[in-house]
C-alpha cells in the first residue's frame, strides 16, 4: 500500500550510454587547452554519469572558466557551446544541486552560470540585487519550490479548506513568478512540488481532500493549467 516510488539512479536512465570509462579517468587525460577540454568534457558528459559524477564534471567546468581569458566563452560560442545563466529562487538549499546542473547542461553544450536565491523571500532578495541582475542579467529564472514553502497543510475530508488552501499556495508562487519577471524581464519557469519524502502516503489519499497527496496533485494541476 505504500506509494513512495521506488527511485531511479541516474545510471540507469535508458536514454544514457554507459560510461566507457570511469570520469576521474577521463579528467585526468585532459588536454591543456581550454577550448579542447571544454570539447572533451561535453564528450564525457554524454554518458550516463551519477550525481557525484556530475558534480565533479560541473566542479571541472567552473575551475577552467574561472582560470581562462575572457575570450573563453566567444571561443566557446564559435564550437557551439553557449553561455546560459539561469536565476534560481528557492525557500530551500539547492546550492549543493549547482555542479551536478552545470555538468548536466554541458552535455546539451550550455555553459551554465546559476546564481541562488534560497533561504528568502523572492520579492526583497530581487529588489535588493536589482542593479546586480541588471549588470549580469539572467536567461531564464526558476521559481523552485517544496512542501516547507507554504503552510501546505489542511483538516483531512474538509473540500472547502482543502481548496482554500491549495490556492493560496497558487496564488503564492504566481506572485513570487510576477514579481521574477517584472525585475528581470526574463521567462520564468515555475517548478510543480514534489512530494515530502519525510511523510507517509497511500495511493486512497490522492481522492481525500486535505491529504498531503491531495494537497500536492491539486497543486501540481494547478500549475500545469496556469503554465499553458
Not at 570520469?23 to 551519477?50: H, K, N, V, W, Y
Not at 557551439?80 to 552545470?102: E, F, K, N, Y
Not at 517548478?191 to 511523510?199: E, K, S
Amino acid at each position: 500500500m505504500s506509494t513512495s516510488p521506488e527511485k531511479i539512479p541516474l545510471s540507469a536512465l535508458p536514454w544514457l550510454p554507459r560510461p566507457q570509462e570511469k570520469l576521474r579517468d577521463g579528467l585526468a587525460s585532459l588536454p591543456s587547452d581550454p577550448i579542447e577540454t571544454l570539447s572533451r568534457l561535453q564528450s564525457l558528459a554524454q554518458a550516463a554519469f551519477g550525481e557525484a559524477d556530475l558534480r565533479m564534471l560541473g566542479r571541472k567546468v567552473g575551475a577552467i572558466r574561472k582560470s581562462a581569458p575572457d575570450s573563453l566563452d566567444a571561443q566557446a560560442r564559435k564550437q557551439g557551446l553557449v553561455q546560459l545563466r539561469l536565476l534560481i529562487l528557492s525557500a530551500s538549499t539547492v546550492s549543493h544541486l549547482v555542479d551536478a546542473l552545470v555538468g548536466t547542461a554541458l552535455r546539451y553544450r550550455f555553459l551554465l552560470d546559476v546564481v541562488i536565491a534560497e533561504y528568502e523571500e523572492a520579492e526583497p532578495w530581487l529588489e535588493r540585487n536589482r542593479d546586480r541582475l541588471k549588470q549580469r542579467p539572467a536567461d531564464f529564472v526558476l521559481v523552485a519550490t517544496d512542501s516547507r514553502t507554504f503552510a501546505l497543510a489542511s483538516p483531512i475530508g474538509d473540500g472547502a479548506a482543502a481548496v482554500g488552501t491549495m490556492e493560496a499556495a497558487v496564488a503564492r508562487i504566481a506572485r513570487i513568478a510576477e514579481v521574477a519577471s517584472a525585475a528581470t524581464g526574463k521567462p520564468v519557469i515555475v517548478q510543480t512540488l514534489a512530494d515530502d519524502p519525510g511523510v507517509t502516503r497511500f495511493n486512497m489519499d490522492i481522492g481525500l481532500p486535505g491529504s498531503a497527496r491531495w494537497l500536492v496533485g491539486e497543486l501540481n494541476r494547478r500549475l500545469a493549467e496556469q503554465a499553458r
